[in-house]
């Protein structure tokens, strides 16, 4: 059964199509964060993997200084898009239904 959920997630990951300017909203910790560079890295076993440069911001919790930057991998992050864990808001008007 899991197995089956996770094809059915890989079939629809490539609909989200992530571009610079993109909100994600951390559904744990409510920390906003702006995507603002796509970086292409070369993997020998994987081939090109991508990553995002991300900027946290303050969620009004910490100190104002807590502004901070983050690398995400592309693909977990699109997985985690569809799975719930950050909510997505595209500057494209991209979107995706599970």
Request: proline share 1%; no cysteine; charged share 25%.
């Amino acid at each position: 059964m899991i197995s089956r959920s996770i094809k059915g997630l890989s079939n629809i990951v490539d609909n989200v199509i992530l571009s610079v300017g993109d909100i994600i909203i951390d559904m744990v910790s409510s920390k906003v964060g702006v995507l603002l560079r796509r970086e292409r890295h070369i993997d020998i076993i994987e081939d090109d993997i991508y990553f995002w440069e991300v900027k946290w911001t303050n969620n009004g919790k910490e100190p104002i200084n807590y502004l901070h930057f983050t690398h995400l991998e592309e693909e977990s992050l699109k997985y985690s898009i569809l799975v719930g864990t950050y909510e997505w808001h595209s500057v494209i008007g991209g979107s995706v239904e599970i």
